[in-house]
């Protein structure tokens, strides 16, 4: 098995950098033997891969640029499996998790704007069961709601967290109002993302939401980019300090934090955040929010890692997997300093603008 070496390297660890060390890559795994290691870098600031937990891909190519900005791996929130499960485990590029196409009512402005087709479409809580085992059955890794009001009532939202529960799945709710996220909050959703623009959530219902246990990716790079998009278009819409309080008052209550941007090249969606460098502007976005940069660095990693069941990353530890950055600045100081991208590995193989490195 090839091993390589990284001299002398700070690595972060429990929200600290530590004194230089040796970190040694072995195969696809973070390694502990450095005997007969090739020295590749040295020097630096080395974190895990970078996860963005909300994104929209289209291709390879998608999987490559993410890459090229560090972000190793992705959680796609609503494709066809047919394409997506040709994606999974590429090397040289950002590992896929998915949730297939997502759950939406007919009578909703997501459904009308998106042109959905009758796989996403759940028209009544007695559906709810089928579609859910449908998306098992094609490889979904978690499922995805999209509550978007008019649309579902309570009773099939309830009805589809219930039957993605049965199965041992994860719900994912879209929503990006106020109603929407009180309704995900009775269904017993597992993770919520975006957060309200039309106002802020309130101290009491952040604290329900997180004693429940439930997590929020709140795509702010999403959501400052559809304000941003209407005013340059001169229509009246929403603003985005809305978003902002919500996750000040999130954090606040001790929620945990993802980091997701929604990025995507749909022309007929509200804006399209775009692969791998929206993911950096995300994680400026939580720290001017309230977050530290230590926490907005561990909502790309390890808390991420931790909520979407993705034991093998997030971390840098010998035997998991070498998901790696290497920067030349400290992001503890300055969450700007993830873009100071030395090198990237992806399960052990250094790649360069998303391809591997000969």
């Given at each position: 098995?090839?091993?390589?070496?990284?001299?002398?390297?700070?690595?972060?660890?429990?929200?600290?950098?530590?004194?230089?060390?040796?970190?040694?890559?072995?195969?696809?795994?973070?390694?502990?033997?450095?005997?007969?290691?090739?020295?590749?870098?040295?020097?630096?600031?080395?974190?895990?891969?970078?996860?963005?937990?909300?994104?929209?891909?289209?291709?390879?190519?998608?999987?490559?640029?993410?890459?090229?900005?560090?972000?190793?791996?992705?959680?796609?929130?609503?494709?066809p499996m047919s394409l997506l499960n040709p994606l999974r485990g590429l090397p040289g590029v950002a590992d896929l998790r998915a949730a297939g196409v997502v759950s939406t009512s007919p009578t909703s402005v997501h459904a009308q704007r998106m042109h959905a087709g009758p796989e996403v479409l759940v028209v009544a809580a007695a559906e709810a069961d089928a579609w859910v085992s449908a998306r098992v059955e094609e490889g979904a890794d978690y499922i995805k709601v999209v509550i978007d009001l008019p649309g579902f009532d309570q009773e099939t939202v309830d009805a589809l967290v219930a039957a993605a529960h049965a199965r041992g799945k994860k719900v994912v709710a879209h929503a990006s109002r106020f109603d929407a996220v009180t309704m995900a909050q009775r269904a017993g959703v597992d993770i919520l993302t975006q957060v309200p623009l039309d106002r802020p959530l309130e101290s009491s219902q952040a604290a329900e939401l997180a004693a429940a246990g439930a997590v929020v990716v709140p795509t702010l790079t999403m959501m400052k980019g559809i304000v941003e998009g209407l005013?340059?278009?001169?229509?009246?819409?929403?603003?985005?300090?809305?978003?902002?309080?919500?996750?000040?008052?999130?954090?606040?209550?001790?929620?945990?934090?993802?980091?997701?941007?929604?990025?995507?090249?749909?022309?007929?969606?509200?804006?399209?955040?775009?692969?791998?460098?929206?993911?950096?502007?995300?994680?400026?976005?939580?720290?001017?929010?309230?977050?530290?940069?230590?926490?907005?660095?561990?909502?790309?990693?390890?808390?991420?890692?931790?909520?979407?069941?993705?034991?093998?990353?997030?971390?840098?530890?010998?035997?998991?997997?070498?998901?790696?950055?290497?920067?030349?600045?400290?992001?503890?100081?300055?969450?700007?300093?993830?873009?100071?991208?030395?090198?990237?590995?992806?399960?052990?193989?250094?790649?360069?603008?998303?391809?591997?490195?000969?």
């Open positions: 098995m090839t091993s390589s070496v990284l001299r002398g390297v700070r690595v972060y660890r429990n929200g600290r950098f530590g004194d230089p060390e040796d970190v040694v890559i072995e195969g696809s795994v973070i390694g502990t033997d450095a005997s007969g290691a090739r020295d590749v870098e040295s020097g630096g600031y080395l974190i895990p891969g970078l996860i963005d937990c909300h994104v929209h891909v289209i291709g390879r190519e998608t999987l490559a640029t993410f890459a090229s900005f560090g972000v190793t791996t992705v959680l796609d929130m609503g494709n005013k340059a278009a001169g229509a009246p819409g929403p603003v985005y300090e809305p978003a902002r309080a919500s996750v000040a008052v999130l954090h606040d209550a001790g929620m945990p934090i993802l980091a997701g941007t929604d990025a995507n090249a749909v022309p007929f969606g509200p804006s399209s955040p775009p692969f791998g460098e929206s993911l950096h502007q995300e994680l400026g976005l939580l720290v001017e929010a309230g977050l530290s940069p230590v926490e907005a660095l561990d909502a790309a990693t390890s808390v991420a890692a931790d909520h979407f069941g993705l034991d093998d990353r997030g971390r840098i530890a010998a035997g998991l997997r070498a998901d790696l950055v290497l920067l030349d600045a400290d992001p503890t100081a300055d969450i700007a300093a993830t873009r100071s991208m030395r090198g990237v590995w992806i399960a052990g193989q250094r790649i360069q603008k998303g391809r591997l490195d000969q």
